[in-house]
């Protein structure tokens, strides 16, 4: 394979905007990630990848938020567990306290549109945990995420966000005060993808297990099956990491958490404190 002189960051910032990690895991192993691109560029035959400036939007990017990889002290090393899907990159925003954030990081997850029920047992877990000394993780989402977000901020504690876009924006767009209060607040953002990213189907999954990778445990509030949070909940099952179910109502929006208990794949935690002897 000829030899490329384009940074390793640089093109693990190239192979990233154009291939999942299962795509070049291979070649990876084998090769520097400079020369895998040149690799790709070469028997790209359309010539989009030749076109694409590796420097300039590396460089660009990098205005908004900070980009490490498995080099860099920051990288959190439980993400080699994901095997060949571990990422190629990270971007982050709050990336000088990461280590000291994934260190710790329990995700506390569910449904967007929660009862009131789930969002008053966010609360109660989401709040014990942070006061533990553990990080609260979660996404952006409507309903329980986000609020744990917030019971974490109200016990004085930061947060971990782990979204499905470019750290640019907030997913869902009308959180952008909550992500811009856990910056303020000490704690970080991550992300798969590059600052101008827009959400979708595909990055929600990823992001999804990406969050199930970062944390020791997963506390499963409430959840309706096949939905991202289902989809954290079993990748943390797949990672080895221990899944807490909460007790939820008796309700067709916790079909997820039904099932998983039901499968012997998540442990009941019927209060925060339970919850706590576990992790």
Not at 46 to 73: H, M, S, V
Not at 143 to 155: L, N, P, T, W, Y
Not at 161 to 187: N, T
Request: with cysteine; aromatic share 4%.
């Amino acid at each position: 394979m000829p030899k490329s002189t384009l940074s390793d960051r640089a093109a693990r910032a190239a192979l990233a905007a154009h291939f999942t990690p299962d795509q070049v895991a291979a070649d990876l192993a084998r090769y520097s990630p400079a020369d895998v691109w040149l690799q790709r560029v070469r028997h790209d035959g359309n010539g989009r990848l030749a076109q694409y400036g590796t420097r300039d939007e590396l460089d660009n990017a990098q205005l908004t938020c900070r980009f490490i990889i498995p080099a860099d002290e920051a990288w959190p090393t439980a993400l080699a567990d994901l095997g060949p899907d571990c990422p190629l990159s990270l971007w982050v925003r709050g990336g000088d306290q990461l280590p000291q954030l994934t260190d710790r990081a329990v995700a506390v997850t569910g449904n967007r549109n929660a009862t009131q029920g789930a969002i008053a047992r966010t609360q109660a877990f989401a709040t014990a945990v942070a006061e533990a000394g553990h990080t609260v993780t979660a996404t952006l989402a409507y309903g329980v995420d986000s609020a744990a977000h917030r019971a974490a901020a109200q016990a004085g504690q930061a947060s971990l966000a782990v979204l499905p876009c470019g750290l640019d924006r907030a997913h869902p767009h009308d959180h952008a005060q909550l992500l811009s209060s856990i910056a303020a607040s000490g704690g970080a953002m991550v992300s798969l993808y590059r600052p101008g990213t827009a959400a979708s189907g595909a990055t929600l999954k990823a992001s999804a297990r990406l969050m199930a990778a970062l944390a020791r445990a997963v506390i499963l509030i409430e959840a309706l099956d096949h939905t991202e949070a289902t989809c954290t909940a079993e990748s943390a099952v797949a990672l080895n990491r221990p899944l807490l179910a909460a007790p939820a109502d008796a309700d067709v929006r916790s079909s997820g958490n039904a099932r998983l208990l039901a499968e012997q794949l998540a442990v009941l935690v019927p209060d925060p404190a339970a919850a706590l002897r576990l992790l």
